[in-house]
């Protein structure tokens, strides 16, 4: 996520894209999405520090119809990442922090922290667990916690490698960043973050988030399985720096572009925390698209799903926040709005399913393994609808186009069943994979 313009040709480039932008392109998508019902969010995009393209639709909350805007406040989830970072490195600018420094100090129970240095907390090259992957995580995440329990918790954690031979991605990097932040500015984290980057950077729409509140114009969270199901809330007591944030594209593109601008840290330490290392930057990851490098960071938190893309050379931001998860994915809708900007070919979506009876689903039921990836699949029904689950994934729900072909639009997967062969073809990104029922 870096780069910036500086000589007059770069200029006329730009302007020459802004001219050329295809908002019928993205009208016709969300509307296609609207109609078909498979997407709840907003979207901005701007360039040069201006608004060029917005767009909002599905529901803040479906129980009481109230519909979604461009005003609407959704979580970001680990969008927050780069907030925190940011502001590690403003700690770093105002000498109240080093890179180097290992975190006994801050947590003396943590395993290797005598080794581990804020530098591989940034970089996820800590080696510490993931706490989201316990078994229980799901029983206790929407519950208060307190940092004593939390840090008891990572703590509690097996070494997953020695500090700084890999990356790992992991939560609870940026669980302890948040500590330590609060300990040396002996303020919260909201605190921080209101007087660092929001006040500078004047975001209205942006704060450490609570409890969802509709009268803020804040969204539920959704998962479509059928129809849209509401989502639990994870209390924000947890995530904190690493996915408690709560925001809207435009603030995020404000955001992003200040970030790229120098406004929050030097250029120097935007240079740093985008270089890229065995996958992972110091937070900011690389976003490519064709031969343009743009860069960014992805979120996901209960039913909500969010992207904010820069792309320097054209000073392009784009940012994306949905409150629907297992619809149409985002990444889908980032490439048209990508190729809406820079011109180049998009194929539209094409939503056709037909109904199906229960009891044609059941020959397809089972569990299934391939030869071909170490990967084992899960089939099961709920009512007429068939669900798919992935070791060690979430389960997702499948829309039949054909008696015996099924599609997840999420995430561009084709299984199709051959109950005769005890056989199930999973097709996705142009390949094939024969699953074998065992």
């Not at 901005?44 to 461009?70: H, Q, V």
């Amino acid at each position: 996520m870096k780069k910036i313009i500086t000589c007059l040709c770069a200029l006329i480039v730009t302007s020459a894209f802004s001219q050329t932008f295809n908002a019928k392109r993205l009208d016709s998508l969300f509307a296609l999405l609207e109609k078909n019902n498979k997407f709840m969010g907003s979207i901005a995009i701007a360039e040069n520090g201006k608004t060029i393209y917005t767009k909002s639709i599905g529901f803040d909350d479906i129980a009481s119809s109230k519909k979604s805007s461009i005003n609407s406040k959704y979580r970001i989830g680990s969008i927050s990442k780069t907030f925190t970072a940011s502001l590690i490195f403003k700690a770093v600018e105002e000498k109240k922090i080093d890179l180097n420094q290992t975190i006994d100090n801050y947590f003396p129970t943590i395993k290797n922290a005598k080794t581990i240095t804020i530098s591989n907390l940034l970089n996820h090259r800590s080696g510490i667990y993931d706490f989201t992957n316990n078994p229980d995580y799901l029983k206790w995440n929407t519950q208060p916690q307190s940092r004593a329990k939390m840090t008891e918790r990572i703590a509690a954690g097996d070494v997953v490698f020695e500090p700084n031979t890999k990356g790992k991605y992991s939560n609870s990097n940026y669980i302890l960043l948040s500590y330590i932040l609060e300990d040396i500015y002996k303020k919260s984290y909201g605190e921080i973050l209101n007087l660092k980057i929001i006040k500078p950077l004047k975001l209205k729409n942006t704060y450490l988030g609570g409890k969802i509140n509709l009268e803020n114009n804040e969204a539920y969270s959704y998962t479509l399985s059928g129809k849209w199901e509401k989502e639990t809330e994870t209390d924000m007591s947890i995530p904190l720096g690493a996915g408690a944030i709560v925001s809207n594209p435009t603030d995020l593109n404000l955001f992003i572009e200040g970030l790229f601008a120098g406004k929050i840290v030097s250029i120097e330490h935007l240079n740093e925390m985008k270089t890229i290392k065995d996958k992972y930057g110091m937070v900011i990851m690389e976003l490519p698209y064709f031969e343009r490098k743009g860069y960014g960071h992805n979120g996901a938190i209960d039913g909500f799903r969010s992207v904010v893309d820069y792309y320097p050379e054209e000073k392009l931001a784009l940012a994306i926040t949905s409150n629907g998860a297992m619809g149409y994915d985002n990444n889908n809708i980032l490439l048209c709005a990508l190729s809406s900007y820079f011109n180049k070919p998009y194929t539209m979506p094409v939503f056709t399913s037909i109904t199906v009876t229960t009891e044609t689903l059941d020959p397809y039921l089972g569990s299934y393994g391939s030869t071909q990836i170490p990967l084992k699949i899960d089939i099961s029904k709920k009512d007429n609808i068939l669900v798919a689950q992935a070791t060690g994934q979430p389960s997702f729900p499948l829309e039949a186009t054909a008696t015996n072909i099924f599609k997840f639009d999420a995430a561009g997967i084709i299984l199709e069943f051959n109950p005769d062969k005890k056989e199930m073809i999973l097709k996705q990104g142009g390949k094939e994979f024969t699953f074998n029922k065992q």
